[in-house]
């Protein structure tokens, strides 16, 4: 590791997060590589909207379409230009255990306060106690006092779930590093689940439109994709939660959501993000995945202006980007 990564502060914070994060787009040159720029610029713009942390390499983030290099120098990049190792929770788990016992121990070994841990999700039907295995592994592996563990519950996605039995078994025996769960079930019956069956585990919903629901629950907040896009509206409902206007905001987020995940969820975010920033290069996709058509482009953006949601109209969106990049 280089001398600038060396100065950096390599403390860990022993709070857990809470509130609103998100899972940040990552951007592509037109070579299909990581635009470190850009997903820096992005990223400071989203914490300036006042969001709770930044969930880097999670599925909004295409993190297993990444190399382990990929994002190891991308976390770099964050850290080198000044993005707080704090407010950084680093999606790390792989299929491979030493690839995600290495990303885990460079999150924390750069301080990040967390790290956002899928399954290793390619064999199917696997046990709990093969889980366990792979979680303990990792944790044991790196062997860092300062580790602490989100798990990553994603069926709908990876087809291997965390049950609340595995939950369990981790958080006794890895109370002081096992501290919480990012729930992307969908089911929001499951996330009831956790909050009484954890109390004080921070439960984090993978989406917004469980936020208040989450929050009156006794959990730490969302994990959200379309808070690359609605940062600040989705935080004014953390911040209003027990108000009586939590129930009106929560409804116009949940409206926002839909109209949104209408389209190809990851393509839309990264149309109305590269509209927002003035930057074209947002529209360079990684296969598998391909840009919106002309089709579902003019539909999204005709949604939006329907409900009345403009994301350029943000000020300070415009004003953090770079004078209207060309494309690379």
Not at 19 to 35: E, I, M
Not at 74 to 98: F, H, N
Not at 315 to 324: G, L, N, Q, S, T
Request: some cysteine.
């Amino acid at each position: 590791m280089g001398s600038a990564n060396n100065s950096r502060t390599l403390t860990m914070n022993a709070h857990t997060f809470a509130g609103v994060l998100v899972p940040a787009l990552t951007p592509f040159s037109r070579d299909l590589t990581p635009d470190a720029e850009q997903f820096i610029v992005h990223c400071r713009w989203l914490l300036e909207q006042g969001i709770d942390g930044l969930g880097v390499f999670g599925t909004t983030g295409e993190a297993n379409s990444l190399a382990a290099d990929e994002r190891i120098r991308l976390v770099d990049a964050l850290l080198d230009a000044g993005i707080p190792p704090e407010r950084l929770m680093v999606g790390t788990g792989t299929c491979a255990l030493t690839e995600t016992a290495r990303l885990t121990a460079h999150a924390v070994a750069n301080g990040c306060a967390g790290v956002l841990v899928l399954p290793p999700f390619y064999y199917k039907a696997v046990s709990d106690d093969g889980l366990f295995a792979s979680f303990a592994q990792t944790i044991e592996r790196v062997g860092d006092a300062r580790l602490r563990v989100y798990l990553y519950h994603i069926p709908p996605v990876a087809q291997v779930g965390i049950s609340l039995d595995l939950v369990s078994r981790l958080i006794k025996a890895y109370p002081e590093c096992v501290v919480g769960i990012k729930d992307s079930s969908g089911d929001w019956e499951h996330t009831q689940a956790l909050l009484r069956e954890f109390p004080g585990f921070a439960t984090f919903a993978g989406s917004e439109v469980f936020l208040l629901d989450t929050l009156r629950g006794g959990g730490a907040g969302c994990i959200t994709a379309t808070g690359n896009v609605n940062p600040s509206g989705i935080r004014k409902v953390y911040e209003a939660w027990q108000t009586s206007d939590a129930d009106r905001l929560q409804a116009r987020i949940t409206e926002i959501r839909q109209t949104i995940q209408a389209m190809p969820m990851i393509p839309a975010l990264k149309s109305m993000v590269g509209a927002c920033h003035g930057h074209g290069g947002w529209d360079h996709l990684r296969p598998p995945f391909i840009g919106l058509s002309p089709e579902q482009h003019a539909a999204l953006f005709e949604g939006l202006h329907r409900i009345g949601f403009d994301m350029a109209h943000n000020r300070r969106c415009v004003e953090a980007a770079p004078a209207r990049a060309a494309s690379r």
